[in-house]
């Protein structure tokens, strides 16, 4: 078959321009970050993964993680069924304020949370009362989190669930299956791919958010400092092969995101191409 | 008519869960994106418009408008340009490599901003990998306005890509061969017959890389520098503000950022619905 | 502008390499086909069989293996489509969406290069004279989505026409519209084709397309030509059992013959001035007869399992124990109301002709003498 663009010199060309500029963007800067980790030798990048702040720094990481994921994957479920399965008043607007994480710079989600439970804020001054610490704290980093990466699993659910229609399901009905049958043998076996691709898109997220985390955790060592904010400080105390260490943890579980989306990717092209 | 709608709806609820999923959903998204919206909103109801004004339109902040606005408009030029090359690479030749190039495409979505931004901060800097072949030339990127133009250029990279490459998969064979057959050389068949089909994709892969840029945040800040007036971004500036426990006027100024993103996403989607239906019949 | 088609050939190979591919498979076989200026040929045969292929070859949007193609005296094998000056329809029209009716059809035009590309003005004239043409000049300013099926087929023939190409080719281009829009497509295409004087070249899969609108037929299979006739040769005499077959339903007939009879079970028919042995023997719906009573020469009982009446004829489907498989009869409805044929109904078929494509000639026979 020939195409626009067949020619062998207009070919190469663009395929070269694509690789050069791939290199430079894109797999420079990747390089870069574990050069610069590793530049002091393995013995000083053990040494700085081994830090205390730098532990604390995963720790708390992992707790985020560790709740904001299954959140969000339940509300992202729930919200998913709820816009694919029933017709209701509001259906459309529901959709588009869930959207409302992606448009919105992190720093301004940040001060929104930092004005609703901040000292000034809200519900500030009956916090305070009740001695109840959301922002500086870890309860605040958690909560912009969810509020960054509460779109993710919604987002690759529901155009799939519409594309499939409920068909399947009102047959499960007609068969007698109750509502959670229905959903674990009937629903998610056709939803599994697309859900695990929303929480890992979730998790790369949760971890790596730093604008609006930034705001609300106020950069306390060892205690309030999740990882990217560990990588921030310090890069700003002048301790780059430090700062690059923690940040090559993060690049480590970029390019796990990236296989993983790889892997879930070919096997979708795989099953479509069986049937 | 309405008689039909109602056993319709009857008919939808055949399905278990409305209320457990409607309560859920309701709930999460009150308390998790509604309420901290409406206190943006609380703390902009105690200033006056003439204060409000005074907060929007200082100079500084002003030049950050234009910083940021300058800075996402040039790297959503070049996304577009890069995407439409990455997309047309990925989908119509194979070489080695190809699939290794496609997983590379996702790096910004999946690498942290920050360390996106101390990377090039690191990589651009005048003794840096890059910067450094840089500055013999007299071209510096760290601290001006290149730095902060390649910092959101790459943190929105997948945006072009990933909203056109399906679309020119599914560009049927027949268009490129219609073209040819009726004489068009291949610039002439791009531009005049494949462009227009890219043309919904590409404009809203490049609205929202523009939209993602005007917000960022962590990737910028390292090689921008933050100097007032210069390479200040607005998102900085907000930043800035409640660090000097100056409430109102950042959440003055987030408002800015706030309302111009949701105003531009609701801009492309408009037009892409309009676009699309003039496509697809509907009929005059 | 003649065409002239000599030991074309293509393989294709190996479909993804490394993975478990097909190996290589022969597309077309060397292929020789000699097209008149001004003829309307059809080329035939099932998916699969090249046709298509062949074709796209002509076009230039596939690269034959070997061999050589001319457009009257100009070698084309090795010219870009782009340079071919041919002009090409679609199955699914291949508009561009984006453009109007107008801008489809004076696409072309505007494509040539600056130096010999007409003035606007004359394009428009051009592009407005097709449109008549094709009987849409008032649909000039709409887009493609807003017309039907057959409509957009008539854009799209207009804008292959639009370039005054030597050579008009056409895929399946009447296979993607619904039946009456099909007909009506046809008889014009083939008016235009009368006025018009362009040689072209047709795929169809279709045997009534290719008979009602060929001046002669190209029957492919597996990458061969099987038969090149006009409409009428090629119904009345098929080169082979693939032609016979494909060119119309068939019933098929296979049994011991003695002594010029064949036999089957309880059925018999006498077949004058064939060898002892056995043999399956053909033929077509409207070459059986039906009677309520045997003949000396046949005695072939069937029961009618259905009946449908289509237009002029009625047409039945008959079955026996000596059948494998059932056998059509198409017949009129004046024998179809003297014989007071319902369904289950016994009677006894007459054939009155036989065909076999055993032998290096195919040979028709008569069991019954023209009564």
Redesign the interface.
């Known amino acids: 078959m020939i195409r626009i663009g067949d020619a062998p010199r207009v070919r190469r060309l663009l395929i070269g321009a694509a690789l050069v500029l791939t290199a430079l963007f894109l797999l420079l800067p990747l390089v870069a970050i574990f050069a610069q980790a590793l530049m002091s030798g393995i013995d000083v990048y053990w040494q700085n993964l081994s830090d205390d702040y730098t532990l604390a720094a995963i720790g708390l990481t992992l707790l985020v993680a560790v709740i904001t994921v299954p959140v969000n994957l339940v509300f992202g479920v729930f919200l998913a069924w709820l816009v694919t399965r029933f017709d209701f008043p509001g259906r459309r607007l529901l959709q588009t304020l869930i959207d409302i994480p992606f448009a919105v710079s992190p720093v301004v989600a940040g001060l929104v949370y930092l004005l609703l439970y901040g000292r000034n804020g809200w519900l500030g001054g009956w916090l305070d009362a009740h001695d109840i610490q959301i922002m500086f704290a870890w309860p605040g980093i958690v909560l912009v989190t969810l509020f960054v990466t509460c779109p993710f699993v919604a987002r690759e659910l529901i155009p799939l669930m519409q594309a499939q229609g409920s068909r399947e399901e009102e047959a499960a009905v007609t068969l007698g299956a109750s509502g959670w049958t229905i959903f674990r043998r009937v629903t998610l076996p056709n939803i599994r791919h697309a859900l695990l691709y929303g929480v890992i898109l979730t998790n790369a997220r949760a971890v790596g958010e730093f604008g609006a985390v930034s705001v609300v955790a106020g950069a306390i060592r060892g205690e309030t400092n999740t990882l990217p904010l560990q990588v921030e400080q310090l890069y700003q105390d002048y301790n780059t092969v430090g700062a690059f260490t923690s940040a090559s943890l993060l690049a480590l579980l970029a390019l796990l995101t990236l296989a993983a989306k790889a892997a879930l990717e070919w096997r979708a092209a795989r099953r479509e191409t069986a049937t | 008519m309405i008689a039909h709608a109602l056993t319709?709806?009857r008919e939808?609820?055949?399905?278990?869960?409305?209320g457990?999923?409607?309560g859920?959903?309701l709930t999460?998204?009150s308390l998790?994106?509604?309420?901290?919206?409406t206190?943006?909103v609380?703390?902009l109801s105690q200033l006056s418009w003439s204060q409000y004004w005074f907060l929007i339109t200082d100079p500084r902040l002003l030049a950050s408008y234009g910083v940021t606005l300058f800075g996402a408009a040039v790297a959503a030029i070049f996304n577009a340009a890069?995407g439409l090359?990455?997309a047309?690479?990925?989908v119509?030749?194979e070489?080695p490599?190809k699939?290794l190039?496609?997983?590379?495409?996702?790096?910004?979505?999946?690498?942290?901003?920050?360390?996106?931004?101390?990377?090039?901060?690191?990589?651009y800097s005048s003794n840096g990998?890059?910067g450094r072949l840089l500055e013999p030339l007299g071209i510096s990127i760290s601290y001006t306005w290149i730095g902060i133009a390649l910092a959101m250029?790459?943190t929105s990279?997948p945006f072009v890509v990933r909203t056109v490459q399906p679309v020119l998969e599914d560009l049927?064979?027949?268009?490129?061969?219609?073209?040819?057959?009726?004489?068009?050389?291949?610039s002439?068949?791009?531009r005049?017959?494949?462009l227009?089909?890219l043309?919904p994709a590409l404009v809203t892969g490049t609205g929202l890389a523009f939209?993602r840029s005007?917000?960022?945040?962590?990737a910028v800040i390292?090689i921008a520098g933050g100097k007032p007036y210069e390479t200040e971004i607005t998102?900085?500036m907000?930043?800035v503000k409640?660090q000097e426990y100056d409430?109102a006027g950042?959440?003055a100024v987030?408002s800015i950022?706030?309302a111009t993103?949701?105003a531009l996403?609701l801009a492309i989607n408009l037009w892409q619905g309009r676009f699309i239906k003039?496509?697809?019949?509907?009929?005059? | 502008m003649s065409i002239r088609i000599s030991q074309i050939e293509k393989t294709y190979g190996y479909k993804g390499h490394g993975s478990k591919g097909h190996g290589r498979t022969r597309a077309l076989e060397p292929i020789d086909l000699d097209i008149h200026d001004g003829e309307l040929i059809g080329l035939l045969g099932p998916s699969g069989s090249g046709k298509t292929t062949l074709l796209r070859i002509v076009a230039g949007l596939e690269q034959a293996d070997s061999g050589s193609i001319h457009f009257g005296d100009r070698d084309v094998t090795r010219v870009h489509v782009r340079d071919r000056r041919i002009g090409f329809v679609f199955q699914h029209y291949a508009l561009f969406r984006h453009m109007s009716v107008f801008d489809n059809v004076a696409f072309g035009l505007t494509a040539m290069p600056r130096a010999t590309r007409p003035s606007s003005g004359e394009i428009r004239s051009r592009v407005m004279q097709l449109l008549e043409m094709v009987r849409l000049q008032d649909f000039a300013e709409r887009f493609p989505a807003q017309l039907s099926g057959g409509q957009q087929q008539r854009v799209s023939l207009a804008r292959a026409l639009a370039l005054k190409p030597d050579v008009l080719l056409l895929d399946e281009p009447f296979g993607a519209l619904d039946a009456k829009v099909r007909q009506e497509l046809r008889r014009w295409l083939r008016h235009l084709h009368e006025e018009l004087h362009f040689t072209s070249l047709f795929v169809t899969h279709d045997q009534e397309e290719a008979l009602e609108l060929s001046d002669r037929v190209v029957v492919m299979s597996n990458g061969r030509i099987e038969q090149i006739a006009t409409p009428d040769t090629l119904y009345r005499q098929p080169a082979n059992r693939f032609v016979f077959e494909f060119l119309g339903d068939v019933n098929r007939i296979e049994g011991d013959i003695e002594k010029e009879v064949l036999t089957c079970g309880n059925a018999r028919v006498a077949v004058p001035g064939i060898e002892n042995g056995r043999q399956e023997l053909l033929l077509r719906p409207h070459e059986v007869r039906l009677d309520e009573q045997p003949s000396t020469r046949a005695h072939l009982p069937v029961s009618v399992t259905a009946v449908v009446p289509v237009g002029a004829e009625v047409r039945l489907e008959l079955e026996a124990d000596w059948l494998g498989e059932p056998w059509l009869a198409t017949i009129s409805h004046a024998d179809f109301e003297r014989l007071a044929i319902t369904r289950g109904k016994r009677l006894f078929a007459q054939p009155s002709r036989l065909h076999r494509f055993d032998t290096s000639r195919p040979q028709t026979l008569a069991p019954l003498s023209a009564s």
């Open positions: 319709w709806r939808r609820r055949v399905l278990p869960g409305f457990l999923s409607l859920i959903s999460f998204v998790i994106l509604l309420l901290p919206l206190s943006l609380g703390q890069f090359l990455m047309w690479v990925l119509r030749y070489f490599g699939r190039v496609d997983a590379l495409m996702d790096l910004p979505f999946a690498l942290p901003t920050a360390v996106a931004g101390i990377t090039l901060a690191t990589l990998w890059i250029a790459f990279i049927p064979a027949e268009v490129d061969e219609a073209a040819m057959t009726l004489g068009a050389s291949d002439l068949a791009f005049r017959v494949i227009p089909y043309w939209v005007l917000g960022e945040f962590g390292f998102s900085l907000i930043f409640l409430y950042a959440s987030a950022v706030l993103s949701l996403l003039r496509l697809h019949g509907g009929r005059g």
